[in-house]
Every structure is written in structure tokens, then in C-alpha cells.
């Protein structure tokens, strides 16, 4: 029998594994009625949940990214609901009935008079405790599964998180300058972090900038490729000078087909998620099959937040269909599991579909045909 981390690897390198490599991502909610469910210590082992539902890859991420955990550290507290980043990002909770969500109300650079006077923090530092986890997790884990370094908000979105999305894009629209010195600044703080992941040892590196929104790009695509494409080049091949064999994945939601040529060509090996209701993701599988692993793609939005189980069940057997055939497919959520009545429910039959269904050699039937020439929604 494989390992975790011989299915994943396999996988990555378009082969048929004995099985589809297994992930998903879930709101603290829906996770803690699983621990209790479920019966998992996580107070040794914070990947234990993952483990018990039989995940494939671990990763802990680090960068402008963990500003989403300070509204767990009373360390960063500065007000009733308000707290504070490294960045000097403000950050609040808000409630729902189901669960919540952490939003950004405060950005240090909104006023670009700010700007001079900002104060840069030193990478190594902001993300020392969970660069010194990620070691830990590579110690302890490091031969059985495949881990993942993950710089999951890294350039862009480390842009608008200092500045606001509505500033930065009022500044791609007139101030250019500005953001060809912001994105270095980003880029480099990126870099740094991704550079100390590389050499612990991790299998894939992971950057993730939402590039699109549902409709298409975020931005025109000549300023994509005039802004992004060729920092991420640099970035991607200075990992490599580390270890040439080093595989590349990629965030973003959104349409992002219009940018998959671009991504491929500086060396992205690994897209997430294809969101299935803004991509032709059968069409994606047949163009981009021997070039791209995807890491995804059973919706979010719709089917595990207000499906059926028996709907879900139907998606997973669904994107396994069109996307496992020939390797090259990380199966997991489109994105989080978000706290609504239906998720436990829902975040079980997934799990139970994907044991069902994900070995290999594929035998969906009738559903496997189709998919392969049907768009998946």
C-alpha cells in the first residue's frame, strides 16, 4: 500500500497512484463538531482531524496570510472586536448564525501618506512561529505525507491587504509606479518566506493570488502579464536554484482560464481550485492535462454548503470523473466548507464518496464518460 506522500507525488507527476491524493478545507466550525464527532485529539497533533479523515498533504501557511488567525490571539487585541496584525492590517469577527468570518476594516496604507513612514517587517520574524511548525510538521510527517509550503496570500493580495482592494485598483488604474514598488515589496516578503520552506524540505510550494473574479480577470490582462507574470517568473525560478525539482501550485478563484498559458509558462505546476461554476473545467482537463495538476474542485458555494448529501455525493463521483483519469488531480473542496446547517452533514458524505470512489483504476461508469465531455457545475 502507498503512502501519503508516494500517492501525492505520483499524482503530481501525472501517474495513476493507488488512489486520487484526498484534501479538503473547512471553517473552524464545521472541523470542531468533526473533532467532537469523531472523537480526535488534536491537542498533540494539531493535523489529527486531517489525518483521521484520510488526507494526503499537511500544510501550515505562513505569510500575510495568518492575519486571519489574530482574531484568536488575545496578544493582538487592540479594541472590542478589533485586532491588529504585523502589518498593522486591522481585523474584525463577524457573526453569523452558523459560524462566522474575520474581515479586513483597516488597511495602514489606505492613506499613501503612510507609505514613507511604513515600516517594513522582517519576514523571518512576522512567521517565526509558523515557520518553526512547519518544521515540526516535516520532522514528524514529513516521510508519510506530502507537505506543502504554503505562502497562500502572497503578492497581489499582500498588495490590496496593506493598501485595500479599492485603492490598489484605483492605482492600476493611475498610478503605476506605485505599484511596481509595492509589488517588489510584497513579492520579496514572499520570496523570503517561500526561499526558508524550500530548503526545510517541503514537496510543493504554494503562492496564491486571486487574479480573477467570477466573471474574468481582475485586471486587463496586458497589466497581468506587464505586473504579475514576471515577478512570478523570478519568484518560481529562484525556488528552483534551491531545488530543481520543487513543484509550483497556484491559488486563485475565480475565471482564470484566460490566464492558464501565462501560469503554465512561468512554471506553475499545481492550479487551485478551478472554481467548477466560472471554468470549463472538462475543457481545462483536455488542453492542460499533461501540464496542470488541479487541486480541487467539488463546489462550495452551492453543493456542500446548501446540496443534499446525496447531491454531494453526486459531485465528488462527478469531478473525479472528469479531472482523476491519467493522474494529475489533488481531489478536495472548491475552497472552504463554510458553517452552514448542512456542512457536517454534507463534509461526511464527502469523505465518505471520496473513499468510495477515488481508487484507482477509475470506474465511474457511466457518470466517467460523461464527464468527460460535459462541463462540470
Known amino acids: 500500500m502507498m503512502t501519503s506522500k508516494e500517492r501525492v507525488l505520483m499524482a503530481i507527476n501525472h501517474e495513476e497512484p493507488d488512489k486520487v491524493p484526498l484534501d479538503s478545507w473547512m471553517a473552524p466550525e464545521v472541523a470542531d463538531v468533526l473533532i467532537k464527532l469523531l472523537g480526535v485529539d488534536t491537542s498533540q497533533d494539531p493535523f489529527a482531524l486531517a489525518k483521521r479523515l484520510g488526507n494526503d498533504f499537511l500544510y501550515r501557511a505562513v505569510g500575510f496570510c495568518e492575519g486571519f488567525s489574530t482574531i484568536y490571539d488575545d496578544d493582538r487585541k487592540i479594541g472590542d472586536n478589533l485586532y491588529q496584525d504585523a502589518f498593522g492590517i486591522k481585523w474584525s469577527f463577524r457573526q453569523q448564525d452558523f459560524g462566522g468570518y474575520c474581515e479586513m476594516v483597516e ?73 511596481n514598488e509595492l509589488l517588489d515589496r510584497t513579492m520579496q516578503h514572499s520570496l523570503v518566506l517561500s526561499r526558508e520552506l524550500v530548503k526545510m524540505g517541503v514537496d510543493i510550494l504554494w503562492w496564491g493570488d486571486d487574479v480573477g473574479v467570477e466573471s474574468g480577470p481582475m485586471m486587463q490582462p496586458e497589466l497581468f502579464r506587464k505586473l504579475l507574470v514576471p515577478r512570478y517568473a523570478h519568484a518560481f525560478g529562484e525556488l528552483r536554484k534551491l531545488n530543481k525539482n520543487i513543484k509550483i501550485a497556484f491559488h486563485s478563484d475565480g475565471k482564470v482560464e484566460w490566464a492558464l498559458d501565462d501560469l503554465v509558462g512561468v512554471g506553475v505546476d499545481i492550479l487551485n481550485p478551478l472554481q467548477p461554476d466560472a471554468n470549463d473545467v472538462a475543457a481545462v482537463k483536455r488542453r492542460y492535462g499533461k501540464k496542470l495538476t488541479i487541486w480541487g474542485n467539488v463546489d462550495t458555494r452551492q453543493v456542500m454548503s446548501r446540496g443534499t448529501a446525496e447531491e454531494v455525493v453526486e459531485a465528488v463521483k462527478r469531478v473525479i470523473g472528469v479531472l482523476s483519469p491519467g493522474g494529475g488531480h489533488l481531489l478536495s473542496s472548491n475552497h472552504t466548507i463554510q458553517a452552514t446547517p448542512r456542512a457536517v452533514e454534507n463534509t461526511i458524505a464527502f469523505y465518505w464518496a471520496a473513499h468510495a470512489f477515488r481508487s484507482y483504476p477509475i470506474r465511474i461508469g457511466k457518470v466517467a464518460e460523461e464527464a468527460r465531455t460535459t462541463r462540470v457545475v
Open 107 to 179: 488597511h495602514p496604507l489606505a492613506d499613501l501618506k503612510a507609505y514613507d513612514r511604513f515600516v517594513w517587517p522582517d519576514p523571518l520574524e512576522v512567521s517565526r512561529v509558523g515557520l518553526e511548525e512547519n518544521r515540526q510538521l516535516i520532522a514528524r510527517d514529513g516521510k508519510e505525507y506530502g507537505i506543502i509550503g504554503a505562502v497562500a496570500c502572497s503578492m497581489l493580495e499582500g498588495a490590496w491587504y496593506l493598501r485595500g482592494l479599492e485603492n490598489f485598483l484605483y492605482d492600476l488604474a493611475g498610478n503605476l509606479d506605485f505599484v
